[in-house]
């Protein structure tokens, strides 16, 4: 197995912090031209109170993009240099990946995950 495999998750990673951060910056600008909701000066502190909950999700989620997946960054490094890529790390970044988009859906567009369990009985 190529070693350098190993970061196309990692890639993948950074699209989606891409992705997210370019949806945080239309919503934004969604609200302050054509809307004409909110002003810039609403959106200069990152917490967003001021915008919709949509914005502020996309806004905590990208936040959360740049915080936990950096061991994921510094896993995957650490396995090519020592050179143990195998078909069971690349499963692993790969389901962390899939994972990862999973929770930037549900983050970012639902946000009530506590509510959907308690609804559920067990």
Known sequence: ?????????????????????????VLR?????IDKKNTEDDFKIPTFENGSELIQNSQRNLTNLFEFPIFFYAVCIMIYVTGTVDEYFMLLATWFF???????????FYNKIFDFFWKIKI
């Open 1 to 25: 197995m190529q070693p350098e495999l190993i970061f196309e998750p990692v890639i993948n990673m950074l699209w989606l912090s891409l992705a997210v951060f370019a949806f945080g910056t």
């Open 29 to 33: 600008l969604k609200a302050i031209v």
């Open 98 to 108: 899939w994972l990862r988009v999973l929770h930037s859906i549900v983050h970012i």
